[in-house]
């Protein structure tokens, strides 16, 4: 079965600093998707970045980023700079074509001012 | 384009009712997704319609259904409500299956 682990259940980060957000997985495809979602508190879950598996570069969105290790199995999230806005839920999630999304447990972020 | 739609937002229920959940997609997708979150099991997966067919299924009792309509908006019930069903349900759509899905603001279940 398909199982995707973060292990940082909370953490915090001083607003303008950087937080990394560990998220590893486990898989037998060689073809798949990734993708980092947030959820902040009381309101919608929305899509914070997606990596391709074929792809070596890592996706980068303004100031979020991932280091994508494929043969680790890891996919960690980046925020530089961080922002009181960034104070959210975030999961990791896996897909495969053909297969459900399988989700992380989730890493609760707190930004501090 | 309008994101998803999920009606209605807040539901109370008693114990032994149904309840019925509907999920707009956003224009032009056609795989549908539900997921039940709770602060002890997370975001659990139920199922997933793609083109008016239920394509995967979560492992949750029968008392859990759903189904697409042709217009690609869908329904979720659930009978014979417990108390550990109450819950947020979040339904996401995307343009195809495996593709990145789009999440509506989900429904909040409590069931008394």
């Not at chain 1, 990394?20 to 929305?46: A, G, H, V």
């Not at chain 1, 980068?60 to 925020?79: D, G, P, Y």
């Not at chain 2, 997933?48 to 189904?67: A, I, L, V």
């Not at chain 2, 690609?72 to 659930?78: D, G, H, L, P, Y």
Request: include cysteine; aromatic fraction near 14%; hydrophobic fraction near 30%.
């Amino acid at each position: 079965a398909q199982t995707v682990t973060q292990s940082q259940p909370e953490m915090s980060v001083q607003e303008a600093e950087t937080v990394t957000l560990s998220c590893t997985y486990d898989t037998s495809e060689s073809n798949y998707y990734l993708f980092w979602y947030k959820q902040p508190p009381s309101r919608q879950m929305i899509l914070v970045i997606r990596q391709e598996a074929y792809k070596q570069q890592n996706a980068t969105e303004n100031r979020f980023s991932v280091n994508f290790q494929k043969a680790a199995k890891s996919f960690s999230l980046k925020i530089s700079d961080s922002q009181l806005g960034d104070t959210a839920m975030y999961f990791c999630a896996f897909i495969d074509y053909g297969q459900n999304f399988v989700f992380g447990p989730g890493t609760r972020l707190s930004v501090l001012p | 384009k309008a994101g998803v739609t999920q009606t209605p937002r807040y539901l109370i229920k008693t114990r032994g009712q149904q309840v019925t959940l509907s999920c707009s997609p956003i224009s032009g997708h056609r795989s549908v997704s539900w997921y039940q979150q709770t602060p002890g099991q997370g975001l659990q997966f139920l199922f997933e319609y793609f083109s008016e067919t239920q394509r995967n299924k979560g492992n949750f009792p029968g008392r859990f259904s759903g189904r697409q309509f042709s217009n690609s908006r869908s329904e979720m019930n659930v009978s014979t409500l417990e108390l550990g069903d109450s819950a947020l349900y979040l339904c996401a759509s995307s343009f195809s299956r495996g593709e990145t899905q789009y999440f509506g603001p989900g429904t909040r279940l409590l069931v008394l």
